[in-house]
């Protein structure tokens, strides 16, 4: 893969986080008529650092190593993408809750009632994340070849 063209993917990652985060957060308070629209674009950069920098933690790292290990994959980004938005709510769960051992790993009240409603929201976040970078990877092998000349 070209120098380009992977710092091209790595750009696409956090981008593509940030809009799904945004997406999936904003969405439901806006269509519930709960949040105006002016508040709600007051909001959206915070949900979007936020979308954009686990995206740089988790994603594209996972990305690199998903890329190199299951490169035949067709959905790859996508089934990943699920999986990565899951450990990045995760990461950021524990390691900002006081004592997170007791209030999170170890508890069974965390993961029979919180657990299961999140678990579903940040798939779709991943999901959506997986979805746009795919996009965003034809986009780019498009714009910049791949291999290199």
């Not at 629209?37 to 995206?55: K, M, N």
């Amino acid at each position: 893969m070209s120098t380009w063209n992977w710092a091209a993917r790595m750009i696409a990652v956090p981008l593509s986080t940030a809009v799904a985060g945004s997406v999936v957060f904003l969405a439901p308070s806006l269509h519930a008529g709960n949040v105006p629209l002016d508040d709600a674009l007051r909001v959206l950069p915070l949900f979007a650092i936020i979308g954009a920098v686990i995206g740089l933690i988790v994603g594209c790292p996972l990305v690199c190593l998903i890329d190199g290990m299951f490169e035949r994959w067709r959905l790859r980004y996508l089934i990943f993408g699920a999986v990565g938005a899951v450990l990045g709510w995760l990461l950021m769960e524990g390691a900002f809750a006081s004592g997170s051992w007791d209030a999170i790993w170890s508890s069974r009240t965390f993961w029979m009632t919180w657990a299961p409603r999140r678990i579903l929201v940040f798939s779709i976040i991943g999901l959506m994340s997986g979805l746009l970078y795919m996009g965003l990877v034809s986009l780019i092998d498009h714009a910049i070849p791949r291999e290199r000349w």
